[in-house]
């Protein structure tokens, strides 16, 4: 069964950087995949803030156009997120799947926690 792995997550301050990382174990079909990453602030429901297809075409949630970039190496079946100057309105655990969801009969894995404090 495929399992999505998400890392890098960590306490920033605002301003800072941070690169997550998702690692999908176990595909063979992960190049042909549109990945997405999405995150969850408390009390607030899940958003997709950034996707790439398997030509690499990016889109990007307005609120985070110009500062997250997402890209992927098909190699290594990786999807990463360059995540920069931070607000606090970034903090939530970060999450990524494929789009539609589960399209690897993956379930969504455990995230990866953003804190942007000062």
């Known amino acids: 069964q495929v399992q999505l792995v998400e890392s890098g997550g960590g306490l920033v301050q605002p301003g800072g950087s941070l690169r997550l990382s998702c690692a999908a174990s176990?595909?063979?079909?992960?190049?042909?995949?549109?990945m997405g990453w999405y995150r969850q602030a408390p009390g607030k429901q899940r958003e997709l803030v950034a996707h790439?297809?398997?030509?690499?075409?990016?889109t990007y949630v307005d609120s985070v156009k110009g500062r997250f970039t997402i890209s992927r190496d098909n190699a290594r079946n990786t999807v990463y997120l360059q995540m920069n100057n931070l607000k606090p309105e970034d903090t939530a655990v970060y999450f990524c799947?494929?789009?539609?969801?589960?399209?690897?009969?993956?379930?969504w894995g455990q995230g990866t926690q953003v804190t942007v404090s000062s």
């Open positions: 790439i297809i398997s030509g690499g075409l990016t």
């Open positions: 799947n494929t789009i539609p969801n589960g399209a690897f009969g993956n379930s």
């Open positions: 176990g595909s063979r079909f992960f190049s042909i995949r549109t």
